[in-house]
Each structure stands twice: as structure tokens, then as C-alpha cells.
């Protein structure tokens, strides 16, 4: 359990807040934000937020005890709440661990505003995939609708943060330092995952004006579409490529759904849906138990696309124009995933001494489709059990002509002994050469993988 050791139900807790909290916050909170962290989180925050307006410059700390009670949520529930409203943007949690006890002191920050929350590029996308592009559209459309009739009411004379709050806002001891919250910054994003370093340098080899490129804006886009997809460094360059326009401008619409095209060709959206992560779990160790051979040879095949598995089953080597139209012309007509057909290719070529051939490329990829095979391990099993099948497959010919030969008889149960030497040999030969093959492709896919 993660909250072991880190909140117990003695523990106390303070609440701050630097923000005026308006109805459209609600309304964001509600039907923006709710979607994206649950109603566990969006109720934990409105706790929060009723007992800091019921007693704002209160010194008795509340407990966790109480907190469970008022959310009816257990003390993991909480916790898993709190990270979420953590990750979100919408929570920071500060520990102040004293001799006789522990407070955490949560500084509240206001929701994105519906126009600030459409505009940042992490959040709206969140959204869209979360409830369809549909119901993102009627949503846009409504806030729009209520921005503009607003206008039409009449002059806009809500207070903002600096005629309301004119000192810095009230600190124990400086042990809290007030922070800028005239505006929710968004999702709490790991600025270190993509490096901007080369970036620039990417993008000055390709003579690109880089302080054009790479704005403040730009690079905010840019860490989170990383975040949301878990794309490289080198990912995001194709994707900037793919979305600058003749004048060197980032078209941030493109760009987006340049990432989420990048995205969908290592991992299909249907089976691994976008959810909300606390950025801060990535950096922390876990303890898992060491791969075999087959997993990580798996999970190689899941992350990589078959124009690289061509290149490494070539050393290196550019595949041809030709190898490369038949593999997609076979993943588009038999709907193969690129992991299905990695090990389709790699199959392939191991059994015909690394040739592509499409006749047998298709026969197979037919009878994958019809399995309704979809994972890179239903693949790997199939192409196992009926590797006796697909072998016959390869070499089932008719010959031209047939010569009459006097044959010699032969006792049955001499060519049954005969025939499963031959086939015991055979497969400690095959068994052999696909653990020598996979060993190598491990390494290389490694050094890549460490050095790129």
C-alpha cells in the first residue's frame, strides 16, 4: 500500500490558499476536472475548500481521523485522492514533521478557468480522450456560449487576486513560501523528461530558427504532450517537424495529433486508455522481479516498429522499398497491430533464411486475423503451437512432373521411429537458433535502447 508509513489517521493538517474562488471554478471543477481525477478527488478538494472558507486563518490542525469521517473514504482513498489532486495541478502538500507530531499543510490552487482550461494543451486533450471528441465538442461549445452571454449581461468587475489580497499571504513561521497562483499552471508536469538542449540542437542542424520554435508556450505544450504519451526526446522532434508551418510557426492542433499518432503506433488506444498519473511516481524505484528471456524479448517487440526490427534482422542495414510496402500492404488488409506483426516478420524470416516472402507473409497474417489474434504474446503462443503447420505451408510444392520409381518397402514402424528422430532433431536445431537469435536481437535493441 503507498500510504504506509507516509499518512497516518493522527496526523494533522492545515489548509491554505491564495486564491478567490469564483462559480465559474465550479463549474470547471465539476465538469472538467471531475472526469479526469474522479469524485473521490473532486470531493476531497471541496472539503478542503469548505473548511479553509469556514475558518481560513485557523492554527488547530484538523486530523486525518476527522477528514476520513467528513469524506466517508478510507485512509488510502485519501491518499490516492491527494496525489491525484497533486498530479493534477490542483494541490501542493507540504510535511512538517515536529517531535511529538506530523502536519501536512495543503495549499489549495484554484481550477483553470473553462478559457484557460480549453487552452492548455494537456488538459483538453486529457479530456477529449477521456469522454470522446464528441461530448469535448458540446462542452467547448456550451462555455463559449455562457463566455458570450456574459459579455452581452454586462462589465466584467470581478475582483481579481491583486485588488483583493494586497500583503503576502499569511505563513507559518516562512516555513510555507507563498507561491504564484494567479493562474492554475495546470497538470504537475517533469520538466526534465524531454531534453530542450537537443531540441535546439536538432533543430539548428536543420538550420530552423530555434527561439521562433521553442517558446515559453511551445516548450509548456511540448513537456506535456511528452508527459501525456511518454514520447522521447527524439519523438517530440518528429512531431515539431511534422507540425511547423512554411513561416516556422508551431501549429499546436498538429502537433498534438502528431503525438497521439506517435502514441498509437507503439500501443493501441483501446488497450491502454490515457489515465491521470502523479508525474512524481515515475522517478520512484520499484521493486520488480527480473525479466526472462521471452518477456523482455516481448516487450521489445511491443516498443519497437517493424521498419526497426527490419533494419536490426538486417545488421543495421536499410530495409528495401519493397519489404517495406508488403509489410504494411499485409498489417492494413489482415488489421495486424505493429507488436503482431513483429513477430510475424521475425517468424518469417527465421524459418525461410531470412527472406520476406508475401505469399507466406499473407497465409499466415489470414490466419492470425481469423484467430482474432491482437498481443504480441497471442502471437508468440500461436506461431508455436502451429509452427509444424506454417512450416508446411513453406515448403508445400507440387512438383512438375512425377518420375516412376520402384519403391522399396519399408516397415511402418520403422518410419515412424525414423520420422520423429528427424523431427526431434529438427526442433532442438530451430529451439537453437531462435534463443541465438533472440539473444542478439536483446543486445542490439539494448545498446539502442541505453545510447540513443
Known sequence: MEHIGKLLPSHGYNIHSNDVFTHMHIQSLMQLYQPLIGNQATSLFMTFLSQYLTTPNSKQPYTHHTLMQFVDLTLPQIYQARTRLEAIGLLETYQLDN??????????????????FFSDGMLSQMLSHQIGIEKYNLLYQQFELDKDQDRQAGNNITASFDQVFHENPIVDNGLVQPINTESNQG?????????????????????????????????????????????????????????????????????????????????PVNDKPLKVVNQREKVQPKSEKPMSKQDQFARMLEEISPRELLEDLSNGNQPSKQDLKMVADVMSQQGLTPGVM???????????????????????????????????????????????????????KKPYYQKSVKKEIVPDWFKKQKQEQQEETKQEQSASDDSSDVSELLRNYNKKKYHS
Open 187 to 267: 497538470p504537475n508536469v517533469d520538466r526534465s523528461s524531454i531534453s530542450t538542449n537537443d531540441l535546439s540542437q536538432a533543430l539548428v542542424e536543420r538550420m530552423l530558427p530555434v527561439e521562433k520554435i521553442l517558446t515559453a508556450n511551445n516548450i509548456k505544450l511540448i513537456n506535456q504532450m511528452a508527459a501525456l504519451y511518454q514520447l522521447t526526446t527524439l519523438d517530440i522532434e518528429k512531431a515539431l517537424i511534422w507540425a511547423l508551418s512554411d513561416e516556422h510557426l508551431l501549429n499546436q492542433k498538429e502537433f498534438k495529433a502528431a503525438c497521439l499518432e506517435l502514441y498509437q503506433q507503439f500501443t
Open 99 to 116: 517531535e511529538n507530531e506530523t502536519v501536512f499543510i495543503y495549499q489549495l490552487i484554484m481550477p483553470c478557468t473553462p478559457a484557460q
Open 342 to 396: 513483429n513477430v510475424l516478420i521475425h517468424y518469417v524470416m527465421l524459418k525461410t533464411d531470412m527472406k520476406l516472402t508475401k505469399s507466406y507473409l499473407e497465409k499466415i497474417a489470414s490466419h492470425w486475423a481469423r484467430k482474432n489474434v491482437k498481443t504480441v504474446r497471442q502471437a508468440m503462443t500461436l506461431a508455436k503451437s502451429e509452427h509444424n503447420k506454417y512450416q508446411q505451408w513453406s515448403t508445400n
